[in-house]
């Protein structure tokens, strides 16, 4: 009879002996299994870079040295968990089911196909992986059935900040069992631990210091392993960490009596017994305690260097080459199973030799799987072409025709290529194989634009452009109040209809948000729903982001505009690419609200609104002039599940508002802008704060005989859907983008959609102009404002010279420099 380990104790056991402590008995037959799997996993590491270099797939990094580690962690799992890692953990997902040999070998070579390739449908580089948690139409599946992955990426430590909101959620579920009755499907007893994976290098990121300082004060079932190998690329440990090592530098965030902290342990990672039982144990108390953990596994290697990119000889000294070789964790513990006589090295042998040959027969399956459909269209492109040389021969035919007979690369961009140049020669010619050939060319473009383009924004039924739009109502009942108080009812109406809503923020809970926005409402809704945070903005979207996957409506506080750039880089690495880089399997509909525009001071007057668009494509971007608009599209953001940033105007709480009787009920649309004031003369497109100034400026310039058209576009992502801007153009033919932004930032965003989307630039007769902030930030005080923003007698002498250079006897030189 083989022998079985007892992981509790480390002894070898005859199969008997298991303790209640004993978290797993392995038996011979796991381990083999285990080692086997290891060995495959390696062995498609070695063969997906000799892919790589051999020109057949574009990039590889791999799992290799980290594989029995992998298998230590996915043991530890329990359907619903969640693992939000790097690209290290090809082996975990083997482990786990949820990746395997052809769907690793179909990304590794770019086969957009889903069913193929489900992690990103072709989108990112091998060893990226996601669980599709969304069905087919963008609807949430049953995620507490299954182990889940969030879809990684590639900036080291961006996917840290969501693993805190993905072990938050378990503390929000369990500590309100009414949050699963509302959200169902996502959450057992708030059971499920979110595992996080990070190189050692990765964790010198400030995302991660302030990711493990959050967890520390939240106290969530977050379980954190840093496979370390010593390497960030080339850059030792010794320029990365103090202390050289990651557990000795967060010794200080260990766990006493009485002192809540992190669950700490070191290990090695060639340790295969070691390993089961540091992430069985340590895994066991997080998900019964909710308290986050640290596993520093160390001693890790890279045998094959770090990635496609380059060679490990060319940095690390001979001792450490020989280490890569020695402490390779896969001979280690085949060493182990000899000496322990779980298997004989002639049994390996022959298993080594079955798995070689069954990791070559799925890459060659999936290489085929991936080319197949190409090759088709190739085929049909190739037989267009050769009809229409029939019908007229020509010479440029004849060499898109050779060009796909004998293709270098069999690649969508060859096939298009080609096809584009044949279409190029055949212009002006009439006849059917002219006609097929573009009709295939037009077909073709909009596919691949499909295939390479969809999912950056939702495309499930829910929406919020499909939201039903529900205009305010009003009667003689409705009241004018501050608009702080307009706000803080529609929070309070949303939050008694939804319960998964919730905020997190600076100052939003005790004290009601530094406007006063949520006065009262920690106090009637509990502090799980209104909450305090530290200063640490990257991991308050991130906690939102993680949240937002699993099933709740996050709003995420961020004070003052000026510091959303403190959680930028996640919002647009993480946030903003989530749907788009699982080709639709994950979203996170997270809600971004916070104020600028107009206060005081080089902080807390920003509007870099071109940043936020630009940085952000994928997330809608909301700019309401006043507080009953942000009340409506919160209305329709709360019900739609794309994420979402509005900016409310900062200096706009204490103006008064008349309140429409369905405050918690009416629906402003996404993608449509409104006219606040008609005019015959110049379009003025402005949004937020200026809105008022414009209404200003149109008093005085209506005592000049001029009437301007305002226009606000109320959102910047989406732009006037129905061209609203281009049609007031139609009437004025004089245009004026009014932005706070600097000059070229929004302004020329709008400017762009106007002239070039709507065509605006053929009905203008005077030139197109923008009016913008200064470059600087505004100083303090009113005249820094009044003099770098954009200000009523600018927009007043901007119109006016729109004027005058249409009609310049009509309107004399105002002679003003
Ligand atoms: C934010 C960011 N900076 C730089 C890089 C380039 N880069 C990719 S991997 C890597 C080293 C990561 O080392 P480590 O975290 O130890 O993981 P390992 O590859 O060693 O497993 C670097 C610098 C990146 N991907 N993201
Ligand atoms: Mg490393």
């Given at each position: 009879m083989r022998p079985e380990w007892d992981i509790k104790t480390g002894s070898r056991t005859t199969g008997t002996v298991t303790t209640p402590e004993a978290h797993l008995r392995l038996s011979a037959d796991e381990v083999i299994a285990d080692y086997r799997l290891a060995f495959r996993s390696r062995v498609a590491s070695v063969s997906g870079r000799r892919e790589v270099l051999t020109g057949k797939a574009p990039f590889g990094i791999f799992g290799d040295g980290?594989?029995?580690a992998n298998i230590a962690l996915a043991k530890a799992f329990r359907p619903g968990d969640w693992r939000s890692g790097y690209y290290r953990d090809q082996t975990f997902m083997f482990a786990t089911g949820l990746a395997d040999l052809p769907r690793f070998f179909a990304q590794l070579y770019t086969n957009t196909d889903v069913e193929a390739e489900p992690f990103s449908g072709g989108r990112q580089m091998v060893s990226h992986f996601a669980t599709r948690t969304l069905d087919q139409d963008g609807r949430w599946k049953r995620l507490v059935d299954a182990i889940q992955s969030a879809a990684d990426l590639s900036p080291v430590g961006a996917h840290m900040p969501r693993l805190l909101g993905l072990a938050y959620a378990s503390k929000l579920y369990r500590a309100d069992p009414g949050l699963i009755d509302a959200a169902p499907g996502f959450s057992v007893n708030g059971d499920e631990v979110a595992f996080g994976t990070i190189g050692n290098a990765g964790t010198t990121e400030g995302l991660f210091w302030e990711t493990m300082n959050a967890a520390g004060v939240l106290?969530?079932?977050?379980l954190v392993a840093v496979w370390d190998d010593g390497y960030g690329i080339s850059v030792p440990n010794e320029y990365q960490t103090v202390k050289r090592s990651i557990s000795a530098a967060l010794a200080g965030f260990r766990r006493e009596p009485g002192a809540p902290g992190f669950e700490i342990r070191t290990v090695r990672g060639w340790d295969y017994v070691g390993l089961c039982?540091?992430?069985?144990?340590?895994?066991a108390i997080v998900r019964r305690e909710h308290v986050p953990a640290l596993i520093h596994v160390t001693e890790m290697t890279q045998p094959q260097g770090h990635s496609t990119s380059?060679?490990?000889?060319?940095?690390?000294s001979k001792e450490r080459l020989a280490f890569e070789t020695a402490g390779d964790p896969i001979s280690r513990m085949r060493e182990w199973m000899i000496r322990e006589d779980l298997a004989t090295a002639k049994e390996l042998d022959g298993f080594e030799r079955e798995d070689r040959e069954a990791v070559e027969s799925a890459r060659v399956a999936a290489f085929e799987a991936y080319q197949r459909p190409i090759r088709a269209e190739l085929e049909r492109a190739r037989a267009l072409i050769e009809r229409a040389q029939q019908e007229?021969?020509?010479?440029?035919?004849?060499?898109?025709?050779?060009?796909?007979?004998?293709?270098?690369?069999v690649s969508r961009r060859v096939v298009h290529a080609a096809v584009s140049r044949a279409a190029y020669a055949l212009r002006g010619r009439d006849g059917p194989a002219a006609a097929a050939l573009e009709a295939f060319v037009t077909d073709y473009r909009h596919r691949n634009l499909r295939r390479y383009t969809a999912h950056l924004y939702s495309e499930s039924p829910e929406s919020p452009l499909a939201v039903a739009p529900i205009a305010p109502r009003y009667s003689d009942r409705s009241e004018t109040v501050d608009g702080r108080i307009a706000l803080l009812r529609c929070f309070d109406?949303?939050?008694?209809r939804d319960r998964r809503l919730f905020v997190i923020g600076e100052d939003v809970g005790?004290?009601?948000?530094?406007?006063?926005?949520?006065?009262?409402l920690q106090a009637k809704y509990g502090e799980l729903r209104f909450t305090d945070t530290g200063i640490r903005e990257a991991t308050i979207l991130g906690q939102g982001i993680g949240c937002a996957m699993r099933g709740l409506r996050p709003i995420v506080d961020i004070q003052y505009l000026d510091y959303l750039l403190y959680a930028l880089e996640l919002a647009s690495d993480d946030l903003a690419t989530l749907q788009y880089r699982t080709a639709g399997g994950q979203k996170a509909p997270v809600i971004i609200r916070t104020k600028g525009h107009r206060l005081q001071g080089i902080w807390h007057t920003g509007s870099p609104m071109s940043v936020v668009l630009n940085a952000l494509r994928g997330v809608h971007v909301v700019v309401p002039r006043n507080m009953v608009q942000a009340a409506g599209f919160y209305n329709t953001l709360f019900r739609g599940d794309n994420p979402a940033v509005l900016i409310e105007v900062l200096n706009g709480y204490r103006l008064k508002e008349p309140v429409p009787d369905n405050l918690g009920e009416f629906r402003l649309p996404l993608g449509m802008p409104e006219t606040i004031r008609a005019g015959t003369d110049v379009t003025v497109v402005t949004y937020g704060a200026l809105c008022r100034i414009a209404l200003d400026a149109a008093e005085v310039l209506a005592g000049m005989g001029i009437e301007i058209e305002i226009v606000d576009v109320r959102t910047l992502n989406p732009f006037d859907l129905q061209g609203l801007i281009g049609e007031s153009v139609k009437r004025t033919h004089a245009l004026l983008v009014v932005d706070e932004d600097v000059p070229g930032g929004a302004s020329a965003f709008v400017m762009r959609e106007a002239l070039e989307t709507q065509g605006a630039f053929d009905l203008l007769e005077a030139s197109p102009r923008t009016l913008t902030s200064t470059e600087n930030r505004a100083p303090v005080g009113v005249?820094?404002?009044?003099?770098?923003?954009?200000?009523?007698?600018?927009?007043?002498?901007a119109a006016y010279g729109l004027m005058r250079e249409r009609w310049p006897d009509r309107f004399p030189d105002l002679r003003l420099g």
């Open positions: 980290k594989e029995i106290q969530v079932p977050m039982d540091a992430f069985l144990t340590v895994a380059g060679s490990h000889e060319r940095y690390k007229a021969p020509d010479v440029r035919l004849a060499d898109a025709i050779a060009e796909l007979a004998d293709p270098l690369e109406l949303n939050f008694a005790k004290l009601g948000d530094v406007n006063l926005v949520f006065e009262g005249d820094g404002d009044y003099f770098c923003k954009p200000n009523r007698e600018q927009i007043v002498e």
